[in-house]
C-alpha cells in the first residue's frame, strides 16, 4: 500500500490503492483485496462502494473490477498529448518500412510509458499495451529519453525508482548506464539487447522540441533473429532516425 505524503489525503491514497490492486488481481472480492492492500475489510467495502457509485468499479458475483470509465479517461488524456496527435501516423508509417513494431513513448513521474504502439502482420506478439508503465533503464525507448534529460532529473529518477534487473542483459549498475548514455546522446540512437523482454531487440531515437527538450522517443523492435547485423546496427537506425526528424520538424510547426 501506497504511504501518504505529507500533505496528502490519506483516503484518496487508500482508493488509488484499492483501484491499482483491482488491475493488478484481475478483479477480487472484499476480502482478498482487504488481504492484498492490508487494510479492514469494513474500510475497503466502503471505498468500493464510493467507487461503484462514482461508476468507476463494477461489481459482479461478489467481486468488483475497475469499469470502462476509465476507458474514456485514457483516451482522453491520450488525445491531450501533443505528441501522440503529432508522431500517430509516423510510427504507422515505420511499421509499413520495416514490419517490425514501432512504439513512441514518453516519461512521467519518473517512468516510460507506451502512448501509441504499431506491427506489421508478421511482427513478433509481445505483452506490451498501451498506457503500460516500464522502468526508463531497460528498453531502447526509456534509455533515449534518459539520456537527454538534464542531469538531476536522471538522478532524481535513478534514486527514487532504482535499476530493478528486469532480464540478465539489463544494465542495473549506474556507471555502466552512465556510460551508455552518454553514447546514446552522442549517436542520438539508443539500443535495447533483451534489456526488458528476453528473445527482443529494439532500436530507438529520442524526439526533441524545439528547445531541445526531450518529449518522447520512437523504436521499432523485433525479435532477435531478424535484428541482428547491418539491419540493426546501421539500417534500421538511420531509418529511425529520419522519423524521429520528421516528427520534431512537425511539431515545431503545429
Do not use: W
Amino acid at each position: 500500500m501506497t504511504a501518504p505524503e505529507s500533505g496528502g489525503i490519506q483516503a484518496v491514497d487508500r482508493a488509488f490503492d484499492i483501484v491499482e490492486a483491482l488491475n493488478e488481481l484481475d478483479g477480487a472480492g472484499v476480502s482478498e483485496l482487504a488481504n492484498y492492500v492490508g487494510l479492514p475489510k469494513s474500510t475497503v467495502h466502503n471505498h468500493l462502494s464510493t467507487l461503484e457509485r462514482a461508476e468507476y468499479v463494477v461489481r459482479e458475483n461478489g467481486s468488483y473490477r475497475t469499469s470502462l470509465k476509465f476507458l474514456q479517461i485514457s483516451e482522453t488524456a491520450r488525445n491531450q498529448h501533443e505528441l501522440y496527435q503529432v508522431a500517430r501516423s509516423e510510427v504507422d508509417q515505420l511499421v509499413e518500412k520495416t514490419g517490425e513494431i514501432s512504439a513512441l513513448m514518453t516519461e512521467e513521474h519518473g517512468r516510460s510509458v507506451f502512448i501509441y504502439r504499431s506491427r506489421g502482420p508478421e511482427a513478433a506478439r509481445i505483452d506490451t499495451c498501451i498506457g503500460d508503465r516500464v522502468p526508463i533503464h531497460c528498453t531502447a525507448l526509456g534509455k533515449a529519453i534518459l539520456a537527454f534529460l538534464p542531469e538531476e532529473r536522471r538522478n532524481e529518477i535513478i534514486d527514487r525508482h532504482g535499476l530493478p534487473e528486469v532480464t540478465r542483459n539489463t544494465i542495473s549498475d549506474r556507471e555502466v548506464l552512465a556510460e551508455e548514455l552518454e553514447t546514446i546522446r552522442e549517436e542520438q540512437i539508443a539500443y535495447d539487447d533483451e534489456e526488458r523482454l528476453n528473445g527482443l531487440r529494439s532500436v530507438a531515437a529520442p524526439i526533441l522540441d524545439g528547445t531541445d527538450s526531450v518529449i518522447g522517443s520512437i523504436s521499432v523492435a523485433g525479435p532477435t533473429h531478424r535484428m541482428q547485423g547491418e539491419r540493426f546496427n546501421t539500417e534500421l537506425p538511420e531509418t529511425v532516425l529520419g522519423v524521429a526528424n520528421v516528427i520534431e520538424l512537425n511539431i515545431q510547426h503545429t
